[in-house]
């Protein structure tokens, strides 16, 4: 399996130098981070070959803590991950609560990823700002 979507490979072309010096594990990461990024921050209906990709609006959402708010977050997350990003495998979403971030959902996200025939697990974190900007990082 290739760590990088197409469109990377063929931006990486001239930049081949440097990838002796990453691991193929944190170049398919890096990749998966960029592309869940874009998935999560690009909003339902706004891509016309495809009307299902995208998430809902999350600006209202963010800064409630209510538990249908949410869970409906997490399946929305979950359904883009499942069907978009098939690079992150058996991916679990949860929800956790953060002091720092009082108008801010913060959500965990494991799975694994196959790097030479061997499941590594994963662990990020997204946070969805209250303008709806979701954010994610590896842990």
Request: hydrophobic share 35%.
């Amino acid at each position: 399996m290739n760590e990088r979507r197409l469109l990377e490979h063929i931006s990486s072309l001239g930049a081949e130098g440097d990838r002796g010096k990453i691991s193929r594990a944190e170049i398919l990461i890096s990749s998966i981070l960029d592309h869940l990024h874009r998935i999560l921050n690009t909003r339902q209906g706004s891509v016309p070959v495809d009307p299902a990709f995208g998430v809902p609006d999350f600006t209202n959402l963010a800064g409630s803590f209510s538990t249908g708010t949410t869970d409906q977050i997490i399946q929305d997350m979950n359904r883009m991950i499942q069907r978009y990003e098939p690079r992150l495998r058996q991916p679990k979403i949860s929800f956790s609560s953060n002091q720092d971030e009082v108008l801010s959902l913060v959500f965990s996200i494991s799975g694994t990823v196959s790097v030479d025939n061997r499941d590594i697990p994963v662990q990020l974190t997204s946070l969805v700002a209250s303008n709806g900007k979701v954010s994610i990082r590896k842990q």
